[in-house]
C-alpha cells in the first residue's frame, strides 16, 4: 500500500513564526500536492511538484513556499505564520495507476 | 474561482435510503471525475470515479451518473449504512492540468440507525 506520512497530526504555533510541514510518500510517485481543507471550502491546491526540485503555484500560494530536495519529500513552508492559515493541511503523492493518495492530514493552529 | 460545484453541503439520510450528492463543473477539458470519502482523522480515499465517455458506473452500493452535455455528475450511495456517514468530496481532472484534482467544497453525510 502507498503510504503518504505527514510528520504531525496537530501543531500549534504562534503568529509571525516559520512553519515546516513535513510530508514523505514511499511509492516512488513523481507527483506530490500540498492542499488545505476548510469548512465549506473543500480542498484547496496551496502548491504542486512533478519532480525534484520543480514546484508549481496552486490556487492559494500567497504566504506558502515549498521545497522538494529529495523525489518521497515535499515540505511545506509558511514563512510568518497568520492566524488565517490555522486549517488542515493535507499532503497528496499521485501516479497515473494508482492516483492520489492522501497523508492524515495535520491541523496547523496559529495563535 | 471555484471550477467545481458541489452541493448540497450537508445531507442527513436513513439507513436503508439512497444519498444522492450532486457536482457541476465548468470546465470542459476535465476528463477525470473521482469521488473521495473521507473519515475523521483521516485523508480524503478514492472511492470511485469516472471518465466522460460512460454515463454511469457502478461499483457495489455506489453508483456515478454522468451527464456530459449538463456538466454534471452525481454519487448515489443505495442502502446507506451509518458507516458510509464520512465528508464526501467530488473532483476533477483534465489533461491540460496536468495531475492536479480540482475538488467542490464537499458534502457531510450523516445516516441514521
Known amino acids: 500500500d502507498v503510504k503518504v506520512t505527514q510528520s504531525s497530526r496537530y501543531l500549534v504555533k504562534r503568529t509571525g513564526e516559520k512553519v515546516f510541514l513535513e510530508c514523505v510518500q514511499d511509492?516512488?510517485?513523481?507527483?506530490m500536492f500540498w492542499y488545505r481543507q476548510d469548512p465549506g471550502l473543500g480542498l484547496r491546491l496551496i502548491y504542486f511538484s512533478y519532480d525534484v526540485k520543480m514546484k508549481e503555484k496552486g490556487d492559494i500560494p500567497e504566504g506558502y513556499s515549498v521545497s522538494r530536495e529529495k523525489k518521497e519529500r515535499f515540505s511545506l513552508i509558511l514563512e510568518s505564520a497568520s492566524t488565517n492559515q490555522t486549517s488542515m493541511y493535507l499532503c497528496a503523492s499521485s501516479s497515473e495507476i494508482y492516483g492520489y493518495t492522501f497523508g492524515s492530514g495535520t491541523r496547523l493552529t496559529v495563535v | 474561482q471555484q471550477q467545481v460545484k458541489q452541493s448540497p453541503q450537508s445531507l442527513i439520510v436513513q439507513k436503508g435510503g439512497i444519498s444522492i450528492i450532486n457536482c457541476a463543473y465548468e470546465n470542459t477539458a476535465f476528463d477525470y471525475f473521482p469521488w473521495y470519502q473521507q473519515f475523521p482523522g483521516k485523508g480524503p480515499a478514492l472511492l470511485i470515479a469516472?471518465?466522460?465517455?460512460?454515463s454511469e458506473k457502478k461499483e457495489g452500493r455506489f453508483t456515478i451518473s454522468f451527464n456530459k452535455s449538463a456538466k454534471q455528475f452525481s454519487l448515489h450511495i443505495m442502502d446507506s449504512q451509518p458507516g458510509d456517514s464520512a465528508t464526501y468530496f467530488c473532483?476533477?481532472?483534465?489533461?491540460?492540468?496536468?495531475?492536479?484534482?480540482?475538488f467542490g467544497e464537499g458534502t457531510q453525510l450523516t445516516v441514521n440507525p
Open positions: 473532483a476533477a481532472k483534465g489533461a491540460k492540468g496536468g495531475s492536479r484534482l480540482t
Open positions: 469516472i471518465r466522460p465517455d460512460v
Open positions: 511509492m516512488d510517485h513523481e507527483n
